[in-house]
């Protein structure tokens, strides 16, 4: 996890939080989670907000559906190991998404989705990933519009290098 802060007198600063986890390799696969919360601090009144887009973090939705001067996102995956065929590599995604932001009254405005995807790496592409996701949104109002099918490169999010420990050897 980690916190940043940012700004530089042209737009709002802004504080983000955030969390990566992932399991070790196991026999079956790996679960993967990301959280991430965005608060734009108040800069003179200015109308800069934080804005995700489907293509990464919620998948299900169209872009610009959470956009707010605070706004959560969490994500989990379920990722199966890579089948090697011939050059490429295939794996598959179970994931679930959620977004949050302030609702117009007390209840929270939230956004969340399921869905099941393809992982195809080709060393056709120089070795980038092709992500083929299908999602089914689990919120359904007025004023959001979906976007069920995505196709796009590389995860819906990263995880952070890990340099692992190394032991040291006394004398």
Same mark, same amino acid.
């Given at each position: 996890?980690?916190?940043?802060?940012?700004?530089?007198?042209?737009?709002?600063?802004?504080?983000?939080?955030?969390?990566?986890?992932?399991? #070790?390799?196991?026999?079956?696969?790996?679960? /993967?989670?990301?959280?991430?919360? =965005?608060?734009? %601090?108040?800069?003179? @009144?200015? *109308?800069?907000?934080?804005?995700?887009?489907?293509?990464?973090?919620?998948?299900?939705?169209?872009?610009?559906?959470?956009?707010?001067?605070?706004?959560?996102?969490?994500?989990?995956?379920?990722?199966?190991?890579?089948?090697?065929?011939?050059?490429?590599?295939?794996?598959?995604?179970?994931?679930?998404?959620?977004?949050?932001?302030?609702?117009?009254?007390?209840? #929270?405005?939230?956004?969340?989705?399921?869905? /099941?995807?393809?992982?195809?790496? =080709?060393?056709? %592409?120089?070795?980038? @990933?092709? *992500?083929?996701?299908?999602?089914?949104?689990?919120?359904?109002?007025?004023?959001?519009?979906?976007?069920?099918?995505?196709?796009?490169?590389?995860?819906?999010?990263?995880?952070?290098?890990?340099?692992?420990?190394?032991?040291?050897?006394?004398?």
């Amino acid at each position: 996890g980690a916190l940043e802060a940012g700004g530089d007198g042209v737009e709002s600063p802004l504080v983000k939080a955030w969390l990566h986890v992932a399991t #070790p390799q196991l026999g079956f696969g790996r679960f /993967v989670a990301a959280s991430e919360l =965005t608060v734009v %601090l108040d800069n003179e @009144g200015t *109308r800069d907000m934080v804005n995700y887009s489907n293509v990464n973090r919620l998948r299900g939705y169209a872009g610009g559906q959470m956009s707010s001067r605070r706004v959560g996102v969490a994500n989990v995956e379920y990722r199966t190991p890579a089948l090697q065929l011939w050059t490429e590599q295939i794996g598959a995604v179970l994931f679930y998404d959620l977004g949050v932001q302030p609702g117009k009254g007390p209840q #929270p405005d939230v956004l969340d989705s399921v869905g /099941v995807g393809l992982r195809v790496v =080709t060393p056709l %592409l120089e070795r980038a @990933g092709l *992500r083929i996701d299908f999602a089914l949104p689990l919120r359904h109002g007025t004023g959001v519009s979906y976007s069920w099918f995505q196709l796009a490169f590389g995860q819906a999010f990263g995880l952070p290098d890990v340099t692992p420990l190394k032991p040291k050897h006394l004398p």
